[in-house]
C-alpha cells in the first residue's frame, strides 16, 4: 500500500519561501503510472490542486500558482518537494501531498485522479 508523509516548518513568516517534502514509501516515483500532486486548503475554504510532478520530472502548475510555486523530487530519497515564494498570510493552509494516477505515458493527461492522501501539514503564514 502506498504511503504519503507531508514534513517541514508549521510557521514561516510572509515574503519567505514556503517548503515541504513529501515522503513516498510503498511505490517508487519514477514508476509512470503515478502523478504526485500538491493540494491546500485555507481555512474555511475548499481545496485547492496546486501542482503535480511524474515520473519523469515534467511538472505542471495551476496557473494562479505557477508564478510562485515549484515542485520538484529526490528519486534516491523517493521524495518530492514543494516550494510556494513570497507567501503572504493568505497561503495559510493545510497543505497536502497526493499520490495520484498519471495517463500522460499514454497520452492522456498528467494526472487523471487523486488516490492516497498524506494527513495533512499546517502551515501558518505569520511576523
Known amino acids: 500500500q502506498v504511503q504519503v508523509q507531508e514534513s517541514g516548518p508549521g510557521l514561516v513568516k510572509p515574503s519567505q519561501t514556503l517548503s515541504l517534502t513529501c515522503s513516498v514509501s510503498?511505490?517508487?516515483?519514477?514508476?509512470?503510472?503515478?502523478?504526485w500532486s500538491w493540494i491546500r486548503q485555507p481555512p474555511g475554504k475548499g481545496l485547492e490542486w496546486m501542482g503535480v510532478?511524474?515520473?519523469?520530472?515534467?511538472?505542471w502548475y495551476s496557473p494562479s500558482l505557477k508564478s510562485r510555486t515549484s515542485i520538484s523530487r529526490d528519486t534516491a530519497k523517493n521524495q518530492f518537494s514543494l516550494q510556494l515564494s513570497s507567501v503572504t498570510p493568505e497561503d495559510t493552509a493545510v497543505y497536502y501531498c497526493?499520490?495520484?494516477?498519471?495517463?500522460?505515458?499514454?497520452?492522456?493527461?498528467?494526472?487523471?485522479?487523486?488516490?492516497?492522501w498524506g494527513q495533512g501539514t499546517q502551515v501558518t503564514v505569520s511576523s
Open positions: 497526493v499520490k495520484g494516477t498519471s495517463a500522460y505515458a499514454n497520452g492522456g493527461f498528467p494526472v487523471v485522479d487523486l488516490g492516497s
Open positions: 510503498g511505490a517508487s516515483i519514477t514508476t509512470s503510472k503515478y502523478a
Open positions: 510532478i511524474i515520473s519523469d520530472g515534467r511538472t
